[in-house]
């Protein structure tokens, strides 16, 4: 059974750093791409970008690019998102999710997310 | 950038059949996914390549496209289907995959 366990709630400053993860079981994890996707509060799906652990090429959606490092640890089964400085407005539902990346792009499995709050 | 569009809210009663569109000026073109989020719950897929379903996925949830607008039609609903709905495509050069949801409520 295809799992993505993701790192739990996390509660920040603005202006710090964070970094949560999403670990993969149940195939093999670096023959297939990861996207991460945020949901804001009351608001609907944003795709933020997507790494392929096997070789580590990650793509960035434009309104995030420069905004988050997305990064893979196959060694370990592991994706991770990361914010050097954090904002209010990063406050959000953050869900990783295994896709199909070929002809067709959709998410297959979904993360149970990882709620991020920055709050002074 | 491509954008995807959606009704806001869709309101069915049980045993009825709930029709949710996807609008978009390529669609036709695009191959469009669908995804069930309940409240408090990740997304689930729940059609695929426009009208494929993952195993697991209830007979009464099917997709269709005709010109540009995608359709998923939800047969026999019910209380359990009650849920926000979202359509997707794929360009990668664009911000906006994701239709803006739809609210499906079961009278």
């Known amino acids: 059974e295809v799992q993505l366990v993701q790192s739990g709630a996390e509660v920040k400053r603005p202006g710090e750093s964070l970094k949560i993860s999403c670990k993969g079981s149940g195939y093999s994890f670096s023959n297939y791409w990861i996207a991460w996707v945020r949901q804001m509060p009351g608001k609907g799906l944003e795709w933020m970008g997507i790494i392929y652990p096997g070789d580590s090429d990650t793509r960035y959606s434009p309104s995030f690019q420069g905004q988050v490092t997305i990064s893979a640890d196959k060694s370990i089964s592991t994706a991770y998102l990361q914010w050097s400085s954090l904002k209010a407005s990063d406050t959000a539902m953050y869900y990783c999710?295994?896709?199909?990346?070929?002809?067709?792009?959709?998410?297959?499995?979904w993360g149970q997310g990882s709620l991020v709050t920055v709050s002074s | 950038s491509y954008v995807l569009t959606q009704p806001p809210s869709v309101s069915v009663a049980p045993g009825q059949t709930a029709r949710i569109t996807c609008g978009g000026n390529?669609?036709?073109?695009?191959?469009v996914h669908w995804y069930q989020q309940k409240p408090g719950q990740a997304p689930v897929l729940v059609v695929h390549d426009d009208y494929d379903r993952p195993s697991g996925i209830p007979e009464r949830f099917s997709g269709s496209k005709s010109g540009n607008t995608a359709t998923l039609t939800i047969s026999r609903v019910e209380a359990g289907d009650e849920a926000d709905y979202y359509c997707q495509v794929w360009d990668e050069s664009s911000d906006r995959v994701f239709g803006g949801g739809t609210k499906l409520t079961v009278l």
């Open positions: 390529n669609i036709g073109s695009d191959r």
């Open positions: 999710a295994r896709i199909l990346y070929g002809g067709t792009v959709y998410f297959q499995h």
